[in-house]
């Protein structure tokens, strides 16, 4: 008898004499070496990623998306046993679902939610394979030139606008002091006369003093 380590991130198929016989989990098993054949299966985690794809919107407009999927073997058995590369298979489900989600909605909506895709069609048609995927999300939106330069625009001109909104904010607050302040002084003469003097204390400040002035006051 021979033996045989499993990994805790691995599973093991033990085939006798070329038929399935059993799953060996985590730890350490005995096998007879003549008659017994295994097949390592990786359980953990893994990503596979699909590259851009030119599709059309439902608006007709052409962009190219790229995604990712996170996915793990659920049932080792029927991972090895149900077809030869069950991999490409999981890419091909990937790649329709892409197409499918882009497909069905306008553009703006795209942009506007673009995180998550449907993963139903895809969980769908993979489980039979033994894999599970676990997570699907769209990672590139690429756009044509033209709309680049559209919604650039769109942007230049929408902070153009922050920019003047803020510039008249800016004038009517100066405005409204200027308004307040001259309230002020016209109900209050007096702080005329004190803020002439702050003026004058400053070192880079000179003072002309209009004699007319203090005749027409003095009256």
């Known amino acids: 008898m021979a033996k045989i380590t499993v990994m805790e991130w691995q599973r093991v198929l033990a085939f006798h004499d070329g038929r399935f016989?059993?799953?060996?989990?985590?730890g350490r098993h005995r096998y007879n070496p003549r008659r017994t054949t295994h097949v390592t299966v990786d359980v953990r985690?893994?990503?596979?990623?699909?590259?851009?794809?030119?599709?059309?919107?439902?608006?007709?407009?052409?962009?190219?998306?790229?995604?990712?999927?996170?996915?793990?073997?659920?049932?080792?058995?029927?991972?090895?046993?149900?077809?030869?590369?069950?991999v490409p298979v999981l890419y091909a489900a990937l790649q329709e679902g892409l197409r499918a989600k882009i497909g069905q909605v306008e553009l703006e909506s795209?942009?506007?939610?673009?995180?998550?895709?449907?993963?139903?069609?895809v969980?769908?048609?993979?489980?039979?394979l033994g894999i599970e995927v676990t997570d699907f999300r769209?990672?590139?939106?690429?756009?044509?030139?033209?709309?680049?330069?559209?919604?650039?625009?769109?942007?230049?001109?929408?902070?153009?606008?922050?920019?003047?909104l803020e510039e008249a904010r800016?004038?009517?607050?100066?405005?409204?002091?200027?308004?307040n302040t001259a309230r002020l002084l016209e109900e209050h003469p007096a702080l005329l006369q004190l803020r002439t003097l702050?003026?004058?204390?400053?070192?880079?400040?000179?003072l002309v003093i209009?004699?007319?002035?203090?005749?027409?006051?003095?009256?």
């Open 210 to 219: 209009d004699p007319r002035v203090q005749r027409s006051a003095a009256e």
């Open 21 to 26: 016989e059993r799953l060996l989990g985590p």
């Open 170 to 179: 800016a004038e009517a607050a100066a405005l409204r002091s200027l308004a």
């Open 45 to 86: 985690p893994q990503l596979l990623q699909v590259p851009g794809q030119e599709v059309l919107t439902r608006d007709g407009v052409s962009v190219r998306v790229s995604a990712t999927a996170s996915w793990l073997v659920s049932d080792p058995v029927a991972f090895t046993n149900g077809v030869a590369k069950p």
């Open 138 to 164: 769209m990672r590139d939106l690429m756009l044509p030139g033209e709309l680049r330069r559209a919604a650039m625009d769109a942007v230049v001109a929408r902070e153009r606008g922050k920019a003047v």
């Open 198 to 206: 702050q003026v004058a204390a400053e070192r880079s400040t000179t």
């Open 110 to 121: 795209l942009i506007a939610d673009r995180a998550t895709l449907d993963l139903d069609a």
């Open 123 to 128: 969980r769908a048609e993979v489980a039979p």
